[in-house]
Nanobody, 133 residues
Framework: QVQLVESGGGSVLSGGSLKLSCIAY????????MGWFAQHPGKKREVIAG???????QYADSVKGRFTISRNSANNTLYLEMNNLKFEDTGLYHC???????????????????????????WGQGTPVTVSS
């Protein structure tokens, strides 16, 4: 069974920075893609970033140039470095892992639970990010 545990969220002023971490437990060798999605207050889930086993990184347009996704395979940890945070970045940030039939990482995260069965992925409880102006 896969478990993902996020940390690093907090409250910052606009323009500030945070670094989120996610530790993965279980059959991590089956993952071909990991990433982050955010649940912003009153809005639909937004896929933020993804990284696959070839270290190809993809980002939502809203965070390009501000956020950086990375991973340390040795300790099964995923990171999201968030710079120049904006009020609209506020939300609950979830770590996600995908396995099974391979497709483009960001597309797979978007599809999880929609057109991709939830049996092909897992996500954590989330860590909150609050940005105030």
């Amino acid at each position: 069974q896969v478990q993902l545990v996020e940390s690093g969220g907090g409250s910052v002023l606009s323009g500030g920075s945070l670094k989120l971490s996610c530790i993965a437990y279980g059959k991590t060798e089956d993952f071909y893609c990991m990433g982050w999605f955010a649940q912003h207050p009153g809005k639909k889930r937004e896929v933020i970033a993804g990284i696959d086993t070839d270290d190809i990184k993809q980002y939502a347009d809203s965070v390009k140039g501000r956020f950086t996704i990375s991973r340390n395979s040795a300790n099964n940890t995923l990171y999201l470095e968030m710079n120049n945070l904006k009020f609209e970045d506020t939300g609950l940030y979830h770590c996600v892992a995908i396995w099974g039939p391979r497709q483009e990482c960001l597309s797979a995260i978007k599809a999880l639970g929609v057109t991709l069965p939830v049996t092909y992925g897992a996500w954590g409880q989330g860590t909150p990010v609050t940005v105030s102006s």
